[in-house]
């Protein structure tokens, strides 16, 4: 074994995985649907001969959900010996396929360079209110302008939770910053095994945060939230400024808004960054609980123990990923829900990527994004 890798295998204590190889097959998504895997056959390949690991599809197939994490209480972190195996395999040649053409990771390696400008804030109207230069509160974009432009087949709505959240933070009496010079957080790359290009993106993007002087970032994506405020601390150090996520902010503030009611019977799907990644499972629910008409169901995988939506940074999408999406469908019908909802951008779109596909016909369920959701439903 190869001295780096062997390492990674101590840091994160893989060893241990024997010890609860029983329940970690059983509650990992991936194994679930994919007899070939398993955390215990990446464990075992890891010790034996983590160089050969670095071959191997599974580190690409694993979600780095965080399920291991809380099944071991804490005492094995497979996620981040996937991460950092996946930066060993990159630089040996070893990659996993990157889903929509690649298009994905390239737009955000793209997004480093210094000479590209592109428009993000063309889509901020009235009657949102916006300022873009600074300001105590600053809202983080993300990826939905470009979610929503290189996959309208799927109707991502992203974008229209961007607008929500602005909408929302308006009637709180809150014009938030809006950075121009915004680029992807680099969380995806990251975790792709390019940790260069995320180092890019992350020192630009903490040069234009403290350019704005905002005392506080509101994000919306999961991802970019758990880059920003655990990542960004990781690489470089303690952060000058407030991270939290849009739901947060909102249920702290749900005695100033008003909604309209809806007559539905709804569950709330936990993403793996906002839930196990950053202990965020009470906010989206306060907001839910808040709209007058709206029933809350638990599906049977909740919070802590919720399974993934089956892909994760843009990478290795197939038909497991597809039979996890739906299976987790069905888990909320199997609920009595007629809608979904979620607090996460990529989540949603992974939802309704399934919609598309013939088994998603047998099960009759919306799928709708939170945040939009509460936006759409504010009285004048």
Same mark, same amino acid.
């Given at each position: 074994?190869?001295?780096?890798?062997?390492?990674?295998?101590?840091?994160?204590?893989?060893?241990?995985?024997?010890?609860?190889?029983?329940?970690?097959?059983?509650?990992?998504?991936?194994?679930?649907?994919? $007899?070939?895997?398993?955390?215990?056959? &990446?464990?075992? !390949?890891?010790?034996?001969? #983590?160089?050969?690991?670095?071959?191997? $599809?599974?580190?690409?197939?694993?979600?780095?959900?965080?399920?291991?994490?809380?099944?071991?209480?804490?005492?094995?972190?497979?996620?981040?010996?996937?991460?950092?195996?996946?930066?060993?395999?990159?630089?040996?040649?070893?990659?996993?396929?990157?889903?929509?053409?690649?298009?994905?990771?390239?737009?955000?390696?793209? =997004?480093?360079?210094? /000479?590209?400008?592109?428009?993000?804030?063309?889509?901020?109207?009235?009657?949102?209110?916006?300022?873009?230069?600074?300001?105590?509160?600053?809202?983080?974009?993300?990826?939905?302008?470009?979610?929503?432009?290189?996959?309208? +087949?799927?109707?991502?709505?992203?974008?229209?939770?961007?607008?929500?959240?602005?909408?929302?933070?308006?009637?709180?009496? &809150?014009?938030?910053?809006?950075?121009?010079?915004?680029?992807?957080?680099?969380?995806?790359?990251?975790?792709?095994?390019? +940790?260069?290009?995320?180092?890019?993106?992350? +020192? @630009?993007?903490?040069?234009?945060? @403290?350019?704005?002087?905002?005392?506080?970032?509101?994000?919306?994506?999961?991802?970019?939230?758990?880059?920003?405020?655990?990542?960004?601390?990781?690489?470089?150090? +303690?952060?000058?400024?407030?991270?939290?996520?849009?739901?947060?902010?909102? #249920? @702290?503030?749900?005695?100033? !808004?008003?909604?309209?009611?809806? @007559?539905?019977?709804?569950?709330?799907?936990?993403?793996?960054?906002?839930?196990?990644?950053?202990?965020?499972?009470?906010?989206?629910? /306060?907001?839910?609980?808040? &709209?007058?008409?709206?029933?809350?169901?638990? *599906?049977?995988?909740?919070?802590? *123990?919720?399974?993934?939506?089956?892909?994760? %940074?843009?990478?290795?999408?197939?038909?497991?990923?597809? !039979?996890?999406?739906?299976?987790?469908?069905?888990? =909320?019908?199997?609920?009595?829900?007629?809608?979904?909802?979620?607090?996460?951008?990529?989540?949603?779109?992974?939802?309704? %990527?399934?919609?598309?596909?013939?088994?998603?016909?047998?099960?009759?369920?919306?799928?709708?994004?939170?945040?939009?959701?509460?936006?759409?439903?504010?009285?004048?």
């Amino acid at each position: 074994m190869a001295e780096a890798e062997k390492k990674l295998v101590d840091k994160y204590n893989i060893s241990d995985v024997a010890e609860y190889a029983c329940k970690l097959n059983e509650a990992c998504p991936v194994a679930r649907v994919n $007899p070939g895997f398993s955390p215990e056959k &990446i464990a075992k !390949l890891a010790v034996k001969n #983590a160089g050969e690991l670095l071959k191997s $599809p599974m580190i690409w197939e694993c979600l780095a959900c965080g399920l291991c994490e809380v099944v071991t209480g804490g005492r094995v972190n497979m996620s981040y010996f996937v991460r950092d195996m996946r930066r060993r395999a990159v630089a040996g040649g070893f990659c996993g396929t990157a889903t929509h053409g690649g298009i994905m990771i390239t737009a955000q390696r793209m =997004s480093d360079n210094k /000479q590209l400008k592109p428009n993000r804030t063309g889509w901020i109207t009235k009657p949102l209110k916006a300022t873009f230069n600074k300001g105590k509160y600053l809202y983080w974009v993300g990826g939905a302008p470009f979610f929503d432009s290189v996959m309208p +087949e799927l109707n991502t709505g992203a974008l229209d939770s961007a607008r929500a959240a602005i909408l929302l933070l308006n009637r709180l009496g &809150i014009e938030p910053v809006v950075l121009k010079e915004e680029r992807f957080s680099g969380h995806d790359l990251l975790w792709a095994g390019d +940790e260069k290009g995320f180092r890019g993106l992350a +020192e @630009k993007n903490l040069a234009a945060i @403290k350019k704005s002087g905002a005392e506080t970032v509101i994000v919306s994506s999961p991802e970019d939230y758990y880059a920003i405020a655990k990542s960004y601390r990781e690489y470089f150090g +303690e952060l000058d400024f407030k991270v939290c996520h849009i739901t947060e902010f909102i #249920a @702290k503030n749900l005695s100033k !808004l008003k909604f309209k009611e809806y @007559k539905e019977r709804v569950a709330y799907h936990d993403s793996c960054r906002l839930g196990r990644g950053m202990d965020v499972y009470d906010a989206p629910r /306060q907001i839910l609980r808040a &709209i007058p008409g709206l029933e809350l169901v638990e *599906m049977k995988n909740t919070r802590e *123990m919720a399974v993934c939506c089956g892909t994760s %940074c843009w990478m290795n999408c197939n038909k497991y990923s597809k !039979l996890m999406q739906v299976n987790r469908l069905k888990e =909320s019908a199997d609920a009595g829900a007629r809608v979904l909802v979620s607090a996460c951008h990529e989540c949603v779109i992974h939802f309704r %990527c399934a919609m598309r596909s013939e088994a998603w016909r047998q099960v009759f369920v919306d799928v709708k994004d939170l945040i939009t959701l509460a936006g759409s439903l504010l009285e004048d």
